[in-house]
DNA sequence: CCTACCGATCGGTAGG
DNA sequence: CCTACCGATCGGTAGG
Protein backbone atom coordinates (compact mmCIF):
# COMPACT_ATOMS: atom_id res chain seq x y z
CA UNK A 1 0.00 0.00 0.00
CA UNK A 2 2.66 2.31 1.12
CA UNK A 3 4.90 1.34 -1.90
CA UNK A 4 2.00 2.59 -4.23
CA UNK A 5 1.80 5.57 -3.21
CA UNK A 6 5.32 6.00 -2.74
CA UNK A 7 5.27 4.94 -6.93
CA UNK A 8 2.51 8.10 -7.31
CA UNK A 9 4.16 10.52 -5.73
CA UNK A 10 7.38 9.38 -7.85
CA UNK A 11 5.83 9.37 -10.95
CA UNK A 12 4.67 13.09 -10.31
CA UNK A 13 7.58 14.12 -9.81
CA UNK A 14 9.40 12.55 -13.12
CA UNK A 15 6.29 14.13 -14.81
CA UNK A 16 6.83 17.08 -13.45
CA UNK A 17 10.54 17.00 -13.97
CA UNK A 18 10.31 16.31 -18.05
CA UNK A 19 8.48 19.24 -18.48
CA UNK A 20 10.73 21.68 -16.82
CA UNK A 21 14.06 19.68 -17.77
CA UNK A 22 12.81 20.36 -21.56
CA UNK A 23 11.50 23.91 -21.41
CA UNK A 24 14.56 25.20 -19.15
CA UNK A 25 17.13 22.67 -19.33
CA UNK A 26 18.09 20.34 -16.52
CA UNK A 27 21.16 22.38 -14.82
CA UNK A 28 18.98 25.81 -14.87
CA UNK A 29 15.71 23.93 -13.08
CA UNK A 30 16.44 23.69 -9.08
CA UNK A 31 15.28 21.30 -6.74
CA UNK A 32 13.05 24.28 -5.87
CA UNK A 33 11.36 24.78 -9.19
CA UNK A 34 10.48 21.22 -9.18
CA UNK A 35 9.39 21.11 -5.68
CA UNK A 36 6.95 23.66 -6.23
CA UNK A 37 5.62 21.97 -9.53
CA UNK A 38 4.27 18.35 -7.23
CA UNK A 39 3.34 21.28 -4.22
CA UNK A 40 6.19 20.08 -1.69
CA UNK A 41 9.18 21.65 0.19
CA UNK A 42 12.30 21.56 -2.12
CA UNK A 43 14.29 19.12 0.96
CA UNK A 44 11.34 16.38 0.69
CA UNK A 45 12.85 15.82 -2.83
CA UNK A 46 15.48 14.29 -1.66
CA UNK A 47 12.81 11.72 0.25
CA UNK A 48 11.81 10.34 -3.02
CA UNK A 49 15.34 10.72 -4.96
CA UNK A 50 19.01 10.21 -3.50
CA UNK A 51 19.71 13.32 -5.93
CA UNK A 52 19.04 16.07 -8.42
CA UNK A 53 20.73 13.64 -11.16
CA UNK A 54 18.80 10.56 -10.27
CA UNK A 55 15.92 12.31 -11.50
CA UNK A 56 17.02 13.25 -14.74
CA UNK A 57 17.81 9.58 -15.06
CA UNK A 58 14.50 8.07 -14.13
CA UNK A 59 13.50 11.14 -16.76
CA UNK A 60 14.99 9.32 -19.87
CA UNK A 61 14.74 5.81 -18.28
CA UNK A 62 10.92 6.49 -18.76
CA UNK A 63 11.67 8.14 -22.16
CA UNK A 64 13.14 5.48 -23.80
CA UNK A 65 10.67 2.73 -21.88
CA UNK A 66 7.48 4.43 -23.20
CA UNK A 67 8.29 4.78 -26.88
CA UNK A 68 9.88 0.96 -26.67
CA UNK A 69 6.68 0.19 -25.62
CA UNK A 70 4.46 2.29 -28.15
CA UNK A 71 6.44 0.07 -30.47
CA UNK A 72 6.16 -3.43 -29.59
CA UNK A 73 2.40 -2.36 -29.60
CA UNK A 74 2.54 -1.40 -32.63
CA UNK A 75 4.18 -4.46 -34.06
CA UNK A 76 1.78 -6.63 -32.22
CA UNK A 77 -0.13 -9.54 -34.77
CA UNK A 78 1.09 -7.58 -37.48
CA UNK A 79 3.54 -9.17 -40.55
CA UNK A 80 4.10 -7.61 -43.51
CA UNK A 81 7.73 -5.98 -43.86
CA UNK A 82 5.68 -2.82 -44.90
CA UNK A 83 3.21 -2.32 -42.58
CA UNK A 84 5.46 -3.30 -39.72
CA UNK A 85 8.22 -0.38 -40.86
CA UNK A 86 5.41 2.14 -41.16
CA UNK A 87 3.82 1.21 -37.62
CA UNK A 88 7.53 2.01 -36.32
CA UNK A 89 7.50 5.21 -38.03
CA UNK A 90 4.17 6.39 -36.83
CA UNK A 91 4.75 5.05 -32.95
CA UNK A 92 7.86 6.74 -33.10
CA UNK A 93 6.58 10.07 -34.17
CA UNK A 94 3.76 9.87 -32.23
CA UNK A 95 5.38 8.92 -28.86
CA UNK A 96 8.01 11.67 -29.67
CA UNK A 97 5.92 14.10 -30.79
CA UNK A 98 2.55 13.40 -28.21
CA UNK A 99 2.46 10.92 -25.64
CA UNK A 100 6.36 10.71 -24.09
CA UNK A 101 7.18 14.10 -25.38
CA UNK A 102 8.83 15.98 -22.76
CA UNK A 103 10.67 12.82 -21.61
CA UNK A 104 11.69 12.47 -24.86
CA UNK A 105 12.86 15.38 -26.19
CA UNK A 106 15.10 15.48 -22.56
CA UNK A 107 16.92 11.93 -23.70
CA UNK A 108 17.29 14.03 -26.50
CA UNK A 109 18.89 17.04 -25.44
CA UNK A 110 20.26 16.47 -22.02
CA UNK A 111 23.29 13.46 -22.67
CA UNK A 112 25.55 15.35 -21.52
CA UNK A 113 24.40 16.21 -17.90
CA UNK A 114 24.31 12.48 -17.24
CA UNK A 115 27.06 10.83 -15.43
CA UNK A 116 29.24 7.91 -17.39
CA UNK A 117 27.80 5.29 -15.42
CA UNK A 118 24.05 6.43 -15.76
CA UNK A 119 24.64 6.37 -19.59
CA UNK A 120 25.62 3.16 -20.06
CA UNK A 121 22.28 2.06 -18.30
CA UNK A 122 20.61 4.27 -20.66
CA UNK A 123 22.05 3.09 -23.87
CA UNK A 124 21.34 -0.44 -22.77
CA UNK A 125 18.13 0.53 -22.44
CA UNK A 126 18.11 2.50 -25.80
CA UNK A 127 19.89 -0.47 -27.11
CA UNK A 128 16.65 -2.58 -26.70
CA UNK A 129 14.66 -0.20 -29.01
CA UNK A 130 17.36 0.07 -32.02
CA UNK A 131 17.07 -3.80 -32.40
CA UNK A 132 13.70 -3.69 -32.71
CA UNK A 133 14.16 -1.52 -35.11
CA UNK A 134 17.23 -3.69 -36.51
CA UNK A 135 14.94 -6.74 -37.03
CA UNK A 136 12.06 -4.47 -39.04
CA UNK A 137 14.47 -3.02 -41.43
CA UNK A 138 16.66 -6.13 -42.28
CA UNK A 139 13.15 -7.80 -43.16
CA UNK A 140 12.36 -5.18 -45.09
CA UNK A 141 16.01 -5.31 -47.07
CA UNK A 142 15.17 -9.27 -47.63
CA UNK A 143 12.12 -8.14 -48.99
CA UNK A 144 13.72 -5.57 -51.31
CA UNK A 145 11.75 -2.70 -50.06
CA UNK A 146 14.77 -0.64 -48.49
CA UNK A 147 18.57 -0.08 -49.45
CA UNK A 148 20.45 -3.69 -47.95
CA UNK A 149 22.72 -1.23 -45.91
CA UNK A 150 20.53 -1.09 -42.91
CA UNK A 151 22.66 0.18 -40.00
CA UNK A 152 23.45 3.42 -42.08
CA UNK A 153 19.83 3.30 -42.66
CA UNK A 154 18.88 2.64 -39.70
CA UNK A 155 20.82 5.87 -38.23
CA UNK A 156 19.66 8.06 -41.15
CA UNK A 157 16.22 7.14 -39.88
CA UNK A 158 16.84 8.19 -36.27
CA UNK A 159 18.14 11.05 -37.41
CA UNK A 160 14.97 12.72 -39.20
CA UNK A 161 12.59 11.36 -37.54
CA UNK A 162 14.26 13.20 -34.04
CA UNK A 163 14.56 16.38 -35.94
CA UNK A 164 11.04 16.60 -36.68
CA UNK A 165 10.79 18.20 -32.56
CA UNK A 166 12.87 20.88 -34.18
CA UNK A 167 9.91 22.00 -36.88
CA UNK A 168 7.10 19.74 -36.76
CA UNK A 169 3.94 21.90 -35.04
CA UNK A 170 0.82 19.67 -34.25
CA UNK A 171 -1.57 22.93 -34.79
CA UNK A 172 0.01 22.73 -38.65
CA UNK A 173 -1.70 21.53 -41.54
CA UNK A 174 0.37 18.11 -41.27
CA UNK A 175 -0.81 15.17 -39.24
CA UNK A 176 1.39 12.60 -37.48
CA UNK A 177 0.51 10.07 -39.74
CA UNK A 178 0.77 12.34 -42.91
CA UNK A 179 4.15 12.83 -41.91
CA UNK A 180 5.16 9.17 -40.90
CA UNK A 181 3.75 8.28 -44.27
CA UNK A 182 5.46 11.00 -46.12
CA UNK A 183 9.00 9.68 -44.38
CA UNK A 184 8.08 6.09 -45.63
CA UNK A 185 7.79 7.20 -49.11
CA UNK A 186 11.20 8.80 -49.13
CA UNK A 187 12.41 5.12 -47.05
CA UNK A 188 10.95 2.95 -49.68
CA UNK A 189 13.06 1.84 -52.45
CA UNK A 190 12.02 2.78 -56.03
CA UNK B 1 45.39 48.35 -33.54
CA UNK B 2 44.02 47.65 -30.39
CA UNK B 3 40.74 46.65 -32.19
CA UNK B 4 42.76 44.07 -33.77
CA UNK B 5 44.08 42.63 -30.28
CA UNK B 6 40.71 42.92 -28.99
CA UNK B 7 39.11 40.68 -31.79
CA UNK B 8 42.25 37.91 -30.97
CA UNK B 9 41.59 38.13 -27.24
CA UNK B 10 37.34 37.50 -27.84
CA UNK B 11 38.11 34.67 -30.52
CA UNK B 12 40.18 32.89 -28.09
CA UNK B 13 37.57 32.89 -25.75
CA UNK B 14 34.96 32.15 -28.21
CA UNK B 15 36.93 28.77 -29.35
CA UNK B 16 37.52 28.28 -25.77
CA UNK B 17 33.77 28.40 -24.75
CA UNK B 18 33.20 26.01 -27.61
CA UNK B 19 34.99 23.33 -25.99
CA UNK B 20 33.86 23.79 -22.49
CA UNK B 21 29.77 24.36 -23.41
CA UNK B 22 30.10 21.09 -25.80
CA UNK B 23 31.58 18.67 -23.39
CA UNK B 24 29.97 20.29 -20.00
CA UNK B 25 26.98 22.12 -21.23
CA UNK B 26 26.44 26.12 -21.32
CA UNK B 27 25.04 25.82 -17.75
CA UNK B 28 27.37 23.66 -16.09
CA UNK B 29 30.28 25.78 -17.34
CA UNK B 30 31.52 28.43 -14.81
CA UNK B 31 32.62 31.87 -15.85
CA UNK B 32 35.74 30.80 -13.70
CA UNK B 33 36.12 27.99 -15.88
CA UNK B 34 36.16 29.96 -19.40
CA UNK B 35 38.52 32.86 -17.61
CA UNK B 36 41.13 29.60 -16.39
CA UNK B 37 41.04 28.48 -19.59
CA UNK B 38 42.58 31.37 -21.94
CA UNK B 39 44.36 32.29 -18.82
CA UNK B 40 42.69 35.06 -17.48
CA UNK B 41 40.61 35.92 -14.21
CA UNK B 42 36.93 35.55 -14.23
CA UNK B 43 35.90 39.25 -13.67
CA UNK B 44 38.07 40.11 -16.92
CA UNK B 45 35.45 37.96 -19.00
CA UNK B 46 33.06 40.83 -18.93
CA UNK B 47 35.79 43.61 -20.41
CA UNK B 48 35.52 40.79 -23.45
CA UNK B 49 31.92 40.33 -23.07
CA UNK B 50 29.29 41.59 -21.88
CA UNK B 51 27.72 38.78 -19.88
CA UNK B 52 27.75 34.51 -19.89
CA UNK B 53 24.72 34.54 -22.44
CA UNK B 54 26.39 36.98 -24.97
CA UNK B 55 29.49 34.34 -25.00
CA UNK B 56 26.74 31.35 -25.74
CA UNK B 57 25.75 33.54 -28.89
CA UNK B 58 28.88 34.82 -30.27
CA UNK B 59 29.93 30.50 -30.31
CA UNK B 60 26.38 29.95 -32.66
CA UNK B 61 26.67 32.74 -34.82
CA UNK B 62 29.85 31.61 -35.39
CA UNK B 63 29.03 28.14 -35.86
CA UNK B 64 26.38 28.85 -38.32
CA UNK B 65 28.79 31.29 -40.18
CA UNK B 66 31.33 28.92 -40.55
CA UNK B 67 29.63 26.18 -42.00
CA UNK B 68 27.73 28.57 -44.14
CA UNK B 69 31.21 29.67 -45.65
CA UNK B 70 32.09 25.97 -46.35
CA UNK B 71 29.13 25.95 -47.77
CA UNK B 72 29.40 28.37 -50.02
CA UNK B 73 33.10 27.89 -50.94
CA UNK B 74 32.06 24.39 -51.90
CA UNK B 75 29.16 25.46 -54.36
CA UNK B 76 31.84 27.99 -56.31
CA UNK B 77 32.14 27.33 -59.78
CA UNK B 78 29.79 23.88 -59.54
CA UNK B 79 26.89 24.36 -62.13
CA UNK B 80 25.90 20.03 -61.86
CA UNK B 81 23.07 19.93 -59.54
CA UNK B 82 23.77 16.52 -58.31
CA UNK B 83 27.63 17.84 -57.93
CA UNK B 84 26.33 20.90 -55.75
CA UNK B 85 24.43 18.37 -53.77
CA UNK B 86 27.25 16.37 -53.12
CA UNK B 87 29.12 19.16 -52.31
CA UNK B 88 26.58 20.74 -49.83
CA UNK B 89 26.73 17.17 -48.27
CA UNK B 90 30.45 16.97 -47.22
CA UNK B 91 30.47 20.35 -46.73
CA UNK B 92 28.27 20.40 -44.03
CA UNK B 93 29.29 16.92 -42.67
CA UNK B 94 32.94 18.19 -43.01
CA UNK B 95 31.92 21.56 -40.74
CA UNK B 96 29.60 19.28 -38.25
CA UNK B 97 32.47 16.71 -37.81
CA UNK B 98 35.42 18.69 -38.12
CA UNK B 99 36.50 22.00 -38.40
CA UNK B 100 33.60 23.48 -36.38
CA UNK B 101 32.75 20.92 -34.56
CA UNK B 102 32.20 22.18 -31.36
CA UNK B 103 30.40 25.44 -32.31
CA UNK B 104 28.24 23.68 -34.27
CA UNK B 105 27.14 20.80 -31.28
CA UNK B 106 26.67 23.76 -29.21
CA UNK B 107 24.21 25.18 -31.54
CA UNK B 108 22.11 21.53 -32.07
CA UNK B 109 21.94 21.30 -28.44
CA UNK B 110 21.95 24.72 -26.12
CA UNK B 111 19.26 26.51 -28.09
CA UNK B 112 16.95 26.19 -24.96
CA UNK B 113 19.71 28.49 -22.80
CA UNK B 114 19.66 30.97 -25.52
CA UNK B 115 16.94 34.21 -25.01
CA UNK B 116 14.02 34.55 -27.31
CA UNK B 117 16.07 37.93 -28.79
CA UNK B 118 19.10 36.23 -29.13
CA UNK B 119 17.03 33.15 -30.40
CA UNK B 120 15.96 35.63 -33.18
CA UNK B 121 19.28 36.87 -34.30
CA UNK B 122 20.69 33.42 -34.21
CA UNK B 123 17.46 32.17 -36.51
CA UNK B 124 17.97 34.69 -39.24
CA UNK B 125 21.78 33.37 -40.06
CA UNK B 126 20.60 29.53 -40.28
CA UNK B 127 17.73 30.74 -42.68
CA UNK B 128 20.76 31.71 -45.16
CA UNK B 129 22.38 28.89 -44.82
CA UNK B 130 18.88 26.66 -45.41
CA UNK B 131 18.22 29.27 -48.64
CA UNK B 132 21.32 27.70 -49.78
CA UNK B 133 20.58 23.96 -49.38
CA UNK B 134 16.66 24.83 -50.70
CA UNK B 135 18.20 26.47 -53.77
CA UNK B 136 20.30 23.21 -54.56
CA UNK B 137 17.53 21.05 -53.74
CA UNK B 138 15.14 22.79 -55.84
CA UNK B 139 17.44 22.73 -58.78
CA UNK B 140 17.82 18.51 -58.41
CA UNK B 141 14.41 18.35 -57.83
CA UNK B 142 13.84 20.07 -61.52
CA UNK B 143 16.28 17.43 -62.90
CA UNK B 144 14.24 15.04 -61.93
CA UNK B 145 17.11 13.86 -59.40
CA UNK B 146 15.24 13.92 -55.74
CA UNK B 147 11.57 13.82 -54.68
CA UNK B 148 9.63 17.10 -55.80
CA UNK B 149 9.02 17.92 -51.75
CA UNK B 150 11.96 19.27 -51.28
CA UNK B 151 11.16 21.38 -47.94
CA UNK B 152 10.26 18.33 -46.90
CA UNK B 153 13.47 16.40 -47.97
CA UNK B 154 15.56 19.18 -46.31
CA UNK B 155 14.27 18.42 -43.33
CA UNK B 156 14.55 15.01 -43.47
CA UNK B 157 17.91 15.39 -44.79
CA UNK B 158 19.07 18.02 -42.16
CA UNK B 159 18.17 15.41 -39.61
CA UNK B 160 20.30 12.81 -40.94
CA UNK B 161 23.41 14.83 -41.22
CA UNK B 162 22.77 16.13 -37.66
CA UNK B 163 22.35 13.45 -36.16
CA UNK B 164 25.63 11.82 -37.27
CA UNK B 165 27.43 13.84 -34.00
CA UNK B 166 25.80 11.00 -32.19
CA UNK B 167 27.32 8.34 -33.65
CA UNK B 168 30.22 9.30 -36.15
CA UNK B 169 33.63 8.69 -34.66
CA UNK B 170 36.21 9.64 -37.27
CA UNK B 171 38.75 6.94 -36.08
CA UNK B 172 36.09 4.34 -37.32
CA UNK B 173 36.52 2.68 -40.76
CA UNK B 174 34.61 5.44 -42.82
CA UNK B 175 35.65 8.46 -43.95
CA UNK B 176 33.73 11.32 -44.37
CA UNK B 177 33.40 11.68 -47.53
CA UNK B 178 32.23 8.00 -47.64
CA UNK B 179 29.48 9.14 -45.49
CA UNK B 180 28.59 12.11 -47.30
CA UNK B 181 28.24 9.59 -50.60
CA UNK B 182 26.03 6.74 -49.34
CA UNK B 183 23.94 10.02 -48.21
CA UNK B 184 23.76 10.81 -51.64
CA UNK B 185 22.57 7.64 -52.47
CA UNK B 186 19.97 7.28 -50.34
CA UNK B 187 18.65 10.84 -51.29
CA UNK B 188 19.23 10.33 -54.63
CA UNK B 189 15.91 9.08 -56.81
CA UNK B 190 15.97 5.58 -58.40
C1' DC C 1 7.23 14.72 4.12
C1' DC C 2 8.46 19.61 6.77
C1' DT C 3 11.60 22.94 9.24
C1' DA C 4 15.63 25.10 9.43
C1' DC C 5 19.76 25.53 7.76
C1' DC C 6 24.68 25.16 5.74
C1' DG C 7 28.76 25.32 2.92
C1' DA C 8 29.85 26.07 -1.64
C1' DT C 9 29.55 28.32 -5.64
C1' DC C 10 27.67 31.29 -8.99
C1' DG C 11 27.44 35.57 -12.29
C1' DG C 12 28.62 39.93 -12.07
C1' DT C 13 30.54 44.72 -10.38
C1' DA C 14 33.40 48.75 -8.59
C1' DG C 15 37.50 50.78 -8.78
C1' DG C 16 41.66 50.86 -10.33
C1' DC D 1 42.78 43.32 -17.76
C1' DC D 2 43.34 42.47 -12.15
C1' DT D 3 41.83 42.75 -7.18
C1' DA D 4 38.58 42.24 -4.04
C1' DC D 5 34.26 41.41 -3.24
C1' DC D 6 28.96 40.91 -2.94
C1' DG D 7 24.25 39.32 -2.99
C1' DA D 8 21.81 35.56 -4.55
C1' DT D 9 21.10 31.05 -5.12
C1' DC D 10 22.19 26.33 -5.31
C1' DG D 11 22.01 21.09 -3.98
C1' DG D 12 21.72 18.76 -0.12
C1' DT D 13 21.30 17.41 5.11
C1' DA D 14 19.93 16.70 10.17
C1' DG D 15 16.41 15.98 12.99
C1' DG D 16 12.05 15.44 13.61
Same mark, same amino acid.
Do not use: D, M, W
Given at each position: MQNTLDKTRRDELIDAASHLFR???YERTTVRDLAQAVGMQSGSLF???KNKAEILEAVMAKGVADITAVAE?? @?EG???? =?? =???? @????????LLGSSQHALEVLLYEWHSLSTEARDRIVQLRDRYETLWQQVLDEAATAGLVHPDTTFLRKMIFGSLNWTVQWYRPDGSMSIEEMGDRM??????G
Open positions: SQGYHFFA @LVTEP =KE =KLRR @LVTGHLTALNLILR
